[in-house]
């Protein structure tokens, strides 16, 4: 089992910056892969970006440009730095670790 632990979320005004960061615990495997997916109301969950142990990033389109992700595997704790926010960003961000889920962090951007 994976437990993890999200924080960083909050309110922020257009334009404005994000940390997001997942730190897990548990039985961690060497080789996995870490991330956060987004859930705006009404909409389907969506990626917006992954890492792997090995430090190879993918990045959903809307948010290349704007937002960082990065680890740290000797915290086994994966970030996720969002500048230039947009009210289209306000979602729930959940973390993931290999098949394993966060229970979420509501990012809300006022216009």
């Known amino acids: 089992q994976v437990h993890l632990v999200e924080s960083g979320g909050g309110l922020v005004q257009a334009g404005g910056s994000l940390r997001l960061s997942c730190a897990a615990s548990g039985r961690i495997a060497s080789i996995n892969i870490m991330g956060w997916y987004r859930q705006a109301p009404g909409k389907q969950r969506e990626l917006v970006a992954t890492i792997t142990s090995g430090g190879s990033t993918n990045y959903a389109d809307s948010v290349k440009g704007r937002f960082t992700i990065y680890r740290d595997n000797a915290k086994n704790t994966v970030y996720l730095q969002m500048n230039s926010l947009k009210p289209e960003d306000t979602a729930v961000y959940s973390c993931?670790?290999?098949?394993?889920w966060g229970q979420g962090a509501q990012v809300t951007v006022s216009s």
């Open positions: 993931i670790f290999n098949a394993y």
